[in-house]
C-alpha cells in the first residue's frame, strides 16, 4: 500500500516518518508519528487527521498509530489556539468516519485528565556534563544536543565517557552499536543493508539435543503379581555439562533487538537504540528453557496386576 505525501513543507515529512510503514509495527509507527508530531508543533504546522489519515493510508487498520495520529492533530488544533472542545469539533469533522476513535481518545484522555506539557528544552547552556561521576572526578555523560522532548522528558543526543574514553565524537562512537546490528543480522542469515522483508517462517530456532537414560529391572514374580524398579535421568548430558542438553525457544511474543528513539531534525532520520544491554548479541534472541535444559532423576516402582 503506497504512501503519498502531499504536505512537502512539512520537515520531516510524512513520507520520511513513514517510509516502510506497511511492514512496520504499529507501535513503531505511532512512535514516529509522536516524535513528528512534536517537530511538527515547534515549527507551528501540524497536519490535519484528514491529511494524516489520506497520506498514511494504513492508519485505519493500526490501531496503536491512529491513536497517535488523533493525538498529533488534536495537539495541533489546541496549539492554535482552538479550546478541548472546538479542536474535539474539528477532529470530527476532519474524518467523521473514525468518529469511534475519536471519541475512545477523547473519553481516555478525559479520564486521565489534562496531559501535562512538553518538557521544556534548555540549550543554552549545551554541551554539559552529567550523570554519576567516574574516577576521575567526571561525569560519564556529555550531552551535545537536545533532540526532541514530549511529557515524559527530553531526548538528548549525548556522548558516554566510557565508550569514548580517548574522547572520540560521537559518530564514531556510535560504530560500535551499528557493528553490533551488523553482526546481528548476519547471525539469523541476513544481509546488513539488504533491504528485505524476510519469508514466513524463513527463520528456525536451535535444534534440542538430548540424552535421556532408563533403567529398569523386574523382581521375582509373586502371587500373581510382578513389580519392577525403575531409574530415568533426564537430559543425562547436562549432569556431565552444563551448557549440554540446553534447549532454546522463541517466545510468542516479539523480539525487539532496538527500540525508536526520535527523529533526528537535521536529516529527518529515525534514530535508534539498544532496547536493553545485550539485546544485539548474536542468540539473546532466544529464550532458556529452565527446567527442560536441567538434568532431572526419577526413581520408581511399578507393580502390574
Known amino acids: 500500500m503506497g504512501i503519498t505525501d502531499s504536505n512537502s513543507d512539512l520537515s520531516p515529512s510524512l513520507a520520511e516518518v513513514t517510509r516502510g510503514s506497511p511492514q512496520m509495527e504499529d507501535e513503531l509507527l505511532a512512535e514516529r508519528l509522536e516524535s513528528a508530531g512534536l517537530a511538527w508543533s515547534r515549527q507551528g504546522r501540524t497536519p490535519t487527521l484528514r491529511e494524516l489519515v489520506t497520506c498514511i493510508p494504513i492508519l485505519r487498520s493500526r490501531p496503536i498509530s491512529l491513536d497517535a495520529a488523533i493525538d498529533v492533530a488534536l495537539r495541533g488544533h489546541l496549539a492554535a489556539g482552538l479550546t478541548l472542545e472546538e479542536s474535539a469539533e474539528q477532529l470530527r469533522a476532519d474524518a467523521p468516519e473514525l468518529a469511534d476513535a475519536i471519541e475512545a481518545h477523547l473519553a481516555l484522555r478525559s479520564m486521565l485528565g489534562s496531559l501535562p506539557a512538553p518538557v521544556p528544552v534548555e540549550t543554552e547552556d549545551l554541551p554539559r556534563p552529567f550523570g554519576p561521576a567516574l574516577r576521575d572526578g567526571k561525569q560519564r555523560y556529555q550531552l551535545e544536543e537536545a533532540l526532541g522532548s514530549g511529557t515524559q522528558g ?3 543526543r549525548a556522548m558516554d565517557r566510557l565508550l569514548a574514553a580517548d574522547g572520540r565524537p560521537l559518530s564514531e562512537v556510535a560504530e560500535k552499536p551499528v557493528s553490533d546490528w551488523n553482526a546481528f543480522l548476519e547471525s539469523v542469515g541476513y544481509e546488513p ?3 528485505f522483508s524476510p519469508e514466513r517462517n ?3 530456532q536451535p535444534w534440542t539435543r538430548r ?6 529391572i523386574g523382581l521375582p514374580q509373586m502371587f500373581g503379581t510382578r513389580v519392577s524398579v525403575q531409574a530415568d535421568i533426564l537430559n543425562l548430558a547436562n549432569l556431565f555439562d552444563d551448557e ?3 534447549q532454546k525457544f522463541v517466545l510468542n511474543t516479539t523480539y525487539m533487538p532496538v527500540t525508536f528513539t ?3 531534525p537535521d536529516t529527518g532520520k529515525p534514530i535508534y537504540r539498544e532496547t536493553a544491554n545485550d539485546r544485539l548479541k548474536p542468540g539473546n534472541q532466544f529464550s532458556t528453557g529452565n527446567l527442560a535444559s536441567r538434568w532431572q532423576g526419577r526413581l520408581g516402582v511399578r507393580v502390574s496386576f
Request: glycine share 14%; hydrophobic share 50%.
Open 262 to 264: 526520535a527523529m533526528d
Open 211 to 216: 540424552l535421556d537414560f532408563h533403567y529398569e
Open 202 to 204: 524463513s527463520l528456525r
Open 244 to 246: 549440554a542438553g540446553v
Open 154 to 156: 527530553v531526548v538528548f
Open 193 to 195: 543493508g539488504a533491504g
